[in-house]
């Protein structure tokens, strides 16, 4: 299996401007989760979906960003409009347990900087 | 409510010599809780995880780390420290009981040649 996913590595965008990360998870994993990672906060869970629904979006910073999970194998997560404090490495992971208590395998994760 | 502590945020150790990375946890009910490390520029990936079964549980690459519910503690350890290694890791605990998961602030470990 190839891992998780994920697409762009690197963006580099002007402040204002909208902003889609995308994920593909492992085939046949149930659970799937966003997180951002700073040097100042360090790593955080933003939202996490089992079997496609959103189940915790508790840590997703403000209305500004979005994210979907139209099926099993695709998630996106929307920042509009973008600022330079969302600047972070947002990380994609599954898990093949639904819930946030079983092994989850990271992608590489997407660089965001917001000029 | 529930908080994972990892008490060093740098550890140095030469090569060959013993690694130890501290966590402490709080939790109201059994948790589960994971070691995972991070290379430079990469994702995550887990070391270990303890689930309620032997308090002593062994991981990928030698390492290991030992459940003590009357410490609060689950700390990282390896007899022998490679430079290969040297990458941050984070302590992780999740209840089982609201379904939430709290990463620790990460220990970067250093290896001296």
């Known amino acids: 299996d190839a891992g998780v996913i994920q697409s762009p590595r690197h963006e580099v965008t002007e402040m204002g401007q909208e902003v889609t990360l995308r994920c593909k998870p492992i085939s046949g994993h149930n659970s799937l989760f966003w997180y951002r990672q700073t040097m100042m906060r360090g790593l955080e869970l933003l939202i996490y979906f089992n079997n496609n629904v959103p189940i915790d979006d508790s840590g997703m910073p403000e209305d500004r960003f979005s994210a979907k999970m139209p099926n099993a194998s695709f998630s996106t997560l929307k920042i509009q409009p973008s600022e330079p404090r969302d600047s972070a490495v947002y990380f994609c992971?599954?898990?093949?347990?639904?819930?946030?208590?079983?092994?989850?395998?990271f992608g590489p994760g997407t660089r965001l900087t917001v000029l | 409510a529930q908080s994972v502590t990892q008490l060093d945020s740098h550890v140095s150790v030469s090569e060959g010599t013993p690694v130890l990375l501290r966590c402490n946890y709080s939790s109201s009910y059994s948790p589960s809780l994971f070691w995972y490390v991070q290379h430079p520029n990469k994702g995550l990936q887990l070391l270990l995880k303890?689930?309620?079964?032997?308090?002593l549980v062994k991981g990928i690459n030698g390492f290991e780390a030992e459940f003590k519910k009357s410490e609060t503690s689950f700390h990282l350890t390896k007899p022998s420290a490679h430079m290969s290694d040297a990458a941050e890791y984070f302590c992780v605990v999740n209840t089982n009981r609201d379904d939430k998961i709290i990463f620790g602030k990460g220990t970067r470990l250093h290896i001296l040649p």
């Open positions: 992971a599954s898990s093949l347990v639904s819930g946030v208590g079983d092994t989850q395998y």
């Open positions: 303890y689930t309620s079964a032997a308090t």
